[in-house]
């Protein structure tokens, strides 16, 4: 499968300010997603994005499949977007099981 | 629509039990997963399953841990005998054939 290196490890940021979030994986993908994990622990799907972009509310998320690397973007922070976000790929052989990343740590201070 | 519905939501063993938990997908998802979380990681995939045939089950320590999917639709994870390393969280996941993967909100294992 491939390797997923996400960065920063973490990141801890005020109310209202906009951040980035780096994924950069070792192979060609056909399934790339985003995933928020909240402080209860509950993994929460955020994007399916192979290629393109896509926006939804304060979040976007931009994968450039031939540089092997996606970005996803949160804007206005506000204290319910800290936890953890995961990268995820293709675990490889064929199936469509995922390798996540170690994760961006997000804490937003009020 | 209901989402992925796990139990028991939290389990505390000795070492050498056993221990089984069980995973409802949402309806219609052909796809389920079994994907094992230790503190401070990335969830890891442990076993996938489409319908009720297994796909993928080449990280599953087969030698202790076993899983079915009986009738396509739900199914239940097992641990014998369980290892103090196996203290983790058990997430289950569905999909609709390898599209956007749907997790539960998992079972936390302790292993004493």
């Known amino acids: 499968g491939i390797q997923v290196e996400q960065s920063p490890p973490d990141l801890i940021l005020q109310e209202g300010a906009n951040s980035t979030l780096r994924c950069n994986f070792s192979?060609?993908?056909?399934?790339l997603q985003w995933f928020h994990q909240n402080p209860w622990g509950q993994l929460i799907n955020l994007f399916y994005?192979?290629?393109g972009t896509k926006q939804n509310g304060r979040l976007s998320a931009t994968t450039v499949a031939t540089e092997r690397y996606s970005l996803l973007y949160i804007s206005s922070s506000q204290t319910t977007d800290s936890g953890v976000y995961f990268c995820?790929?293709?675990?490889?052989?064929?199936?469509?099981?995922?390798?996540f990343g170690k994760g961006t740590h997000l804490i937003i201070q009020p | 629509e209901a989402g992925v519905a796990q139990s028991p939501r939290y389990k505390i063993i000795e070492k050498r039990q056993s221990v089984a938990f069980w995973c409802n997908p949402i309806?219609?998802?052909?796809?389920l997963y079994w994907y094992q979380q230790i503190l401070g990681q990335g969830p890891k995939l442990l076993i996938q399953?489409?319908?009720?045939?297994?796909?993928?089950d080449s990280q599953l320590p087969k030698d202790r841990f076993s899983a079915e999917r009986l009738k396509g639709v739900d199914s239940t994870l097992k641990i014998q005998p369980a290892k103090l390393e196996d203290s983790a969280v058990y997430l289950c996941?569905?999909?609709?054939?390898?599209?956007?993967?749907?997790f539960g909100q998992g079972t936390r294992l302790t292993v004493v």
């Open positions: 996941a569905s999909s609709l054939s390898g599209g956007s993967a749907f």
């Open positions: 995820a790929g293709p675990s490889g052989g064929g199936a469509d099981g995922l390798t």
């Open positions: 192979d060609s993908v056909n399934n």
């Open positions: 309806s219609g998802h052909a796809t």
């Open positions: 994005i192979p290629s």
């Open positions: 399953f489409q319908n009720n045939g297994v796909v993928d």
